[in-house]
């Protein structure tokens, strides 16, 4: 993992979401917290979700994915994004 993982989750976290929990219905994720919504994460307890719990999954399921460890800075961040 590289060092501006930090960076990305950072970034995101302040453009899709924080740590405030909310289901508004009009939402079509469902309920969301740290942008980790229930709609696609359906197994996760987004309610009682922790920052690392969100940082874990956001490692899983969108850095690796993504290619991000092999991209150099500041791709990384723009292909996590």
């Known amino acids: 993992m590289r060092s501006s993982y930090e960076i990305g989750v950072r970034l995101t976290l302040d453009l899709e979401g924080n740590e405030n929990y909310t289901n508004d219905p009009d939402d079509?994720?469902?309920e969301t917290k740290y942008g980790i919504c229930k709609k696609y994460?359906?197994?996760v307890d987004i309610k009682n979700l922790t920052l690392s719990q969100a940082?874990?999954?956001y490692l899983e399921k969108y850095w690796i994915p993504a290619g991000c460890d092999n991209?150099?800075?500041?791709m990384d961040i723009a292909l996590f994004d």
């Open 28 to 30: 079509p994720g469902g």
């Open 41 to 43: 994460h359906p197994t």
């Open 55 to 57: 940082k874990q999954i």
């Open 71 to 74: 991209a150099p800075f500041p």
